[in-house]
């Protein structure tokens, strides 16, 4: 079926069930970013395959929120379609909201399937809707009528994660849950995020594409833990730890009907991370706390073992990124490289290493114009052919039984010209000036997202994406609650947090520059002015010294690169076969101070 087919016979269904506009966005129960293919609703109606948008529906209209990173992406995919790509995130534009109330009048319905909404996200349409007088459905997926052959909920073989990688059990974890969950005021603690479920029972699978984790719902009450997981997915040996550690299984379908057994409770919920048919059960009966998942703060400050892990995930990943560079030198002379090959040799490099598990995240490689994609997902289809001239964007990550990576470098793949050679250097400014900054205990994200931004705003340039995301442990890519973006996010950042930190610029049709490290929040220092923090760079691999127009920096910028470029040569030098070694020493050659 074609895009415009789906959409009417979507229409079809909202007729019958009186209903007027219908709002899609994509999530699952678990307000994942990626989804099982069960839940790929979004690009199943609209053709659109990127991982953040909202589609509505009416009866003659249909349009599309994304944010800045798929603006191109979204103006390909839709186009035919009769869909209309409207701007996410952008302050003067027409919200989905907005969109929905001037098309709809008073009485008419909205519905969508409360089971893939967040609370927050569905209260706030319930508000906003009913200040129309627009009527409310939450409960109805009218996917179930017109997706033939929907697949079905994964069951993929899980496993336990060690405590030598863990650093701590499943069981002291529970205990620290239980002592969160009573200093909010409540006694059962609601888990539905999948992440934040492998990190407290340190389970890992492979439900999602990705991202390392099993399709689960958990129960936590002062006396007793309860896992909603099929039990299929465990071997006989883990079901038994599982019991040992006194973790009741019951069947993943079974969470909604063991909900609606809850009474006179008080439960904590995660407004951000639940979906809206929990609260609409709970509620009825109890009383409910919203908050932040206290697993999902707990989760995001690494312990030593985890910390271990991610430093020696880095090195892994630095050895296999100097397998593929070697690879790209020797071959761009050809005229028959592609993105696509250099996304698979990117999965293969990294797969020779010991402990690899698969991609942290589908490779973004974007060489000339698709470089300007943000997240441009390429196929042998679309690729670009390379040429031994330009820049050449690779974003791109690892997951290892021991940490998760996630970089991005731009690089040369020949002469460039000047304009690209500015705005890398101004893109690199802004990474050193936020790894560089020290900043007070109780700081947020938001307060430092102008240092990467500063060099590039002063040259009239900016970037529409966010600064910084948190980063697990052999887990999801992209956590919270921790961020470095320009909207407000009032979760202080702290010790043990991981964040990526990837300023760039990308000109429309031409190219983008990227440049990530992963970092770490330490201590700095403690003073009659307080605690200070600073960012420990945990990514290994060099900068591209060939595109940096050193006039544009500071002698402390400068010495910046060479100090990180001579922990990164002693970081891997051990590891490094003579090969590795002999690219790694060109690369990490030290650059000459200005002189006055």
């Not at 620290?176 to 888990?191: F, H, P, S, Y």
């Not at 995301?469 to 702290?494: T, Y």
Request: hydrophobic share 35%; net charge neutral.
């Amino acid at each position: 079926m074609t895009v415009t087919e789906k959409i009417e016979l979507l229409r079809s269904q909202m007729k019958v069930n009186n209903i007027q506009a219908y709002l899609i966005n994509g999530s699952d129960p678990h307000m994942s970013e990626y989804v099982p293919a069960r839940w790929q609703s979004r690009p199943f109606v609209s053709g659109f395959t990127g991982s953040y948008g909202w589609l509505a529906i009416t009866s003659d209209k249909a349009a599309l929120w994304t944010d800045s990173r798929y603006y191109l992406q979204a103006g390909e995919q839709l186009k035919n379609t009769g869909i209309v790509m409207m701007k996410a995130r952008e302050p003067e534009e027409t919200t989905l909201e907005q969109w929905v109330k001037a098309e709809l009048k008073a009485g008419d319905t909205v519905a969508f399937d409360g089971t893939c909404y967040a609370v927050s996200e569905a209260q706030s349409f319930e508000s906003e809707f009913k200040k129309n007088m627009l009527q409310v459905l939450s409960d109805i997926d009218l996917l179930e009528k017109i997706w033939k052959n929907r697949p079905a909920l994964p069951n993929n073989k899980a496993f336990l994660h060690p405590i030598n990688w863990a650093g701590l059990s499943r069981s002291k974890k529970i205990e620290q849950l239980r002592t969160e969950t009573q200093k909010m005021g409540a006694n059962l603690l609601v888990l539905t995020a999948l992440d934040d479920i492998g990190w407290t029972f340190n389970i890992r699978g492979a439900d999602v594409e990705c991202n390392p984790v099993v399709l689960s719902f958990a129960l936590i009450s002062n006396h007793k833990t309860q896992l909603f997981v099929q039990s299929s997915k465990f071997d006989e040996k883990a079901l038994m730890e599982l019991n040992e550690d006194g973790i009741e299984l019951l069947p993943y379908e079974s969470f909604y009907s063991e909900l609606q057994q809850i009474k006179e409770k008080t439960v904590a919920i995660d407004p951000a991370r639940s979906n809206f048919k929990i609260q609409k059960i709970l509620e009825v009966n109890n009383k409910l706390v919203y908050a932040t998942s206290p697993a999902s703060i707990l989760k995001s400050r690494k312990n030593k073992a985890e910390l271990d892990g991610m430093k020696k995930a880095q090195i892994a990943d630095g050895l296999a990124l100097l397998d593929f560079q070697t690879w790209l030198e020797a071959n761009i002379g050809s005229g028959n490289l592609t993105e696509y090959d250099v996304a698979m040799k990117l999965e293969a490099f990294r797969s020779s290493r010991e402990g690899y598990v698969g991609t942290s995240f589908f490779p973004i490689v974007g060489y000339l114009d698709h470089g300007a994609i943000v997240h441009f997902k390429v196929t042998d289809k679309t690729a670009n052919k390379l040429k031994p001239e330009g820049i050449l964007l690779f974003d791109s990550g690892g997951q290892y039984r021991y940490g998760t990576t996630d970089i991005t470098r731009t690089i040369s793949l020949g002469p460039v010209s000047y304009k690209m050679k500015r705005d890398f250097t101004q893109v690199l400014r802004g990474m050193i000036n936020l790894s560089s900054i020290k900043f007070p205990k109780g700081t947020i994200g938001c307060h430092l997202d102008v240092l990467a931004r500063a060099a590039l705003w002063n040259d009239g340039k900016n970037y529409g994406h966010g600064t910084g995301h948190g980063v697990g442990a052999f887990m999801n890519v992209h956590e919270g609650p921790q961020s470095i973006r320009p909207d407000l996010n009032n979760q202080p950042l702290k010790i043990g947090q991981i964040l990526s930190n990837e300023p760039g610029i990308y000109r429309t049709g031409e190219y983008g520059i990227r440049t990530e490290n992963m970092i770490h929040v330490v201590e700095n220092v403690e003073n009659e002015f307080g605690i200070f923090y600073r960012f420990e760079t945990l990514t290994k691999y060099p900068i591209d010294t060939r595109l940096i127009d050193t006039s544009l920096l500071t002698n402390n910028e400068l010495e910046w690169i060479n100090n990180y470029h001579s922990e990164v040569f002693d970081t891997l030098s051990p590891y490094a076969n003579q090969e590795q070694l002999q690219l790694l020493k060109r690369l990490t050659m030290p650059i000459a101070f200005q002189t006055t």
